[in-house]
């Protein structure tokens, strides 16, 4: 699986952004989905994931209620829809697939090149 991700940017507190993330190659609908991201000097870190099916999802508590992640398994496709955006969720995001349950750094299949979101206060 590659994975593209898409949509980075600057932006200012309070404000919106829309991460996208393109899978080719093997069956997109077979892995979970995830984000995770990275600021410097801090560890990698999960951020939210989706199952194949799209109806289970989880998130960091960090994020919940401010970000949404869903699917086109019809588009090969991952969305991180972020809102409320604060300074402390600047990082690199990183678009992750997993064929494990667990979702976590280690049990990763996948990753995509990050995208830089930068968030000015």
């Known amino acids: 699986v590659q994975l593209q991700a898409s949509g980075g940017g600057l932006v200012q507190a309070g404000g919106s952004l829309r991460l996208s993330c393109a899978a080719s190659?093997?069956?997109?609908?077979?892995?979970?989905m995830a984000w995770f991201r990275q600021a410097p000097g801090k560890e990698r870190e999960f951020v939210g994931a989706i199952r194949w099916s799209g109806i289970s999802t989880y998130y960091a508590d960090s994020v919940k209620g401010r970000f949404t992640i869903s699917r086109d398994n019809a588009k090969n496709t991952v969305f991180l829809q972020m809102n409320s955006l604060k300074p402390e969720d600047t990082a690199v995001y990183y678009c992750?697939?997993?064929?494990?349950?667990?979702?976590?750094?280690?049990?990763?299949?996948?990753w995509g090149k990050g995208t830089q979101v930068t968030v000015s206060s």
């Open positions: 992750a697939a997993t064929g494990g349950g667990l979702i976590t750094v280690s049990t990763v299949n996948y």
């Open positions: 190659g093997r069956t997109f609908t077979r892995y979970t």
